[in-house]
């Protein structure tokens, strides 16, 4: 059954024959390999052009914000997976990339969309202001949560965001997205009532998309940024394990609200 209109599968990244391996029009061995950095590799997978300093600067400084913060959720399903299955190492790293959603690393994304939106707004003739009160208050109504704003342990600014602001100014990013995002920032609290801040899911499309990063592709940074920090964590569980002691952290304080049978002793 085919759905859709292509028959032939096509793609520009890469091929190969017995004798090389060509990614994006580049010879693997020949002029890659021992040759170029991951991130530049990365942008060139990505994009098809090679990085230039402002885009290879950001793109490091946005990874490595990201990439660790301690046991959160997406580093304890990890450590929990891997302790009940030792041997699988992918299916651990795998079980946290799984939790990156729209609460945990993929807020970015979504950010980075609002961003988006408020750029355009503005390229019709807003004011950078008018515009993200528009575009705020049109989630409000819609009951949708502001991306990128507020932290549960950061309640000032993220610590992170002004990292990242210092490194897009340093690098001659373009600011277009940071004003943006300051504004976002701004005008929460009139419409919202909450003083949210901005946290680095927000940081990360406001520098990004300033490099000429790709819109469609946000998500994947956290996820590539925390992949790396779970293999380490994955080395530590299996020379320092607390995957189970999480497991049981976590039944300590559970209260069972449901019915009893007959004569069950409580």
């Known amino acids: 059954m085919k759905i859709g209109r292509e028959t032939i599968p096509k793609t520009a990244i890469s091929t190969s024959d017995a004798d090389a391996i060509v990614v994006r029009g580049k010879d693997l061995c020949q002029e890659l390999i021992g040759q170029t950095s991951f991130s530049d590799y990365f942008l060139l997978l990505l994009t098809g052009q090679p990085a230039n300093e402002t885009r290879r600067r950001v793109l490091d400084a946005t990874l490595v914000a990201i990439a660790e913060h301690g046991l959160v959720p997406s580093v304890q399903a990890s450590r929990m997976t891997y302790a009940a299955a030792p041997e699988a190492l992918q299916g651990a790293v795998a079980a946290g990339i799984l939790g990156c959603g729209s609460v945990i690393l993929g807020a970015s994304q979504n950010a980075g969309v609002l961003f988006d939106d408020i750029a355009r707004q503005v390229d019709e003739g807003k004011s950078v202001k008018q515009a993200a009160f528009d575009a705020v208050t049109a989630m409000r109504h819609e009951r949708k949560p502001i ?120």
């Open 147 to 266: 991306p990128g704003y507020g932290h549960p342990l950061h309640k000032a600014r993220d610590p992170r965001v002004e990292a990242l602001f210092r490194v897009a100014r340093e690098a001659g990013a373009d600011m277009r997205f940071v004003e943006i995002a300051d504004a976002v920032e701004a005008v929460i609290p009139e419409i919202i009532g909450k003083d949210l801040k901005l946290n680095v899911s927000a940081a990360i499309p406001a520098v990004l998309l300033g490099a000429g990063f790709p819109l469609n592709a946000l998500r994947g940074i956290p996820i590539l940024a925390r992949t790396a920090s779970l293999i380490a964590h994955m080395l530590e569980e299996s020379e320092q394990p607390c995957g189970f002691a999480l497991s049981y952290q976590a039944t300590q304080h559970l209260e069972y609200t449901g019915d009893f049978p007959p004569g069950y002793k409580r």
